[in-house]
């Protein structure tokens, strides 16, 4: 953390979670202080539809980077993923307000957010930059599909509790084969989200790292394995496999056909995520989590 003042921004997008009562009257408060201070508002065009609004320009989702040198998203965690992964390749400042459940990613506080929001347009806040991964399916050797994730890529079959088989290389060395019900792979990111649940490790957002968690495996030997995030993680399937799904944040599918490979790999653009002057990711973990607080 540092006092000195960062550049102010003077270009700001709204994006909100749509058909929600509660999100709607953030984003009308947020509105109209944004146009009293003369900044240079864009809305994303569906979070527009809901507000009526006649003096801000309207923008798709995926054009927001040229109109705006921050996005505020207003919603919960899933809001800010889908937006992140369309504003990440256009190096578009994200800040988050919490209208969501746990919050890890949305930081301003609703019932504070004007005076929050402020402070961060005046230069007062934190740049943090978060990695995401790609994941690319291969089919007989030619590039078929590829999707990417702010949280996770996890493989998983297609149908429920169904266990699958699969091999999983890493930088093209054989690390492991397993029959579970998938693998989730994880970047720090996500570490605190469905790797979680998974009984994988908490990753700090600033470690190079992502992890490999079995989904249930037949075998008591399985652990999470922590590998270096510039490594490229390769899976493989067994021609005689069934069908499989590749999920990306849990919102984007795509299809493993039996004898796929799926490369999993660093993307190239960062996320350039925006917190509060006094952010601290311990105070983070500690509130939501339900973590102990200090004895003396």
Known sequence: MTDTLRPPFRRVALVGKINHEATRKTLQKLEQMLLEQDIELTIESRTA???????AKLQPLDCLGEHADLAVVVGGDGNMLGAARALCEAQIAVIGVNRGNLGFLTDLDPDHVCSQLQAVLAGNYQVENRFLVQAEIYRDGEHVDVGRAINEVVLHSDKVAHMIEFEVFVDNEFAFSQRSDGLIVSTPTGS??????????ILTPGLNAISLISMFPHALSARPLVIDADSTVRLRTPSENDKLQISC???VRMTVEPGDEVVISKHPHLLRMVHPQDHSYYRVL???LGWGSRLF
Do not use: F, M, W
Request: net charge positive; no cysteine; charged share 20%.
């Open 49 to 55: 539809e809901q507000l009526n609004s006649t003096k």
């Open 286 to 288: 500690r509130n939501k």
């Open 192 to 201: 605190t989200a469905y790797s979680l649940s998974g009984g994988g490790p």
């Open 249 to 251: 944040d849990g919102h």
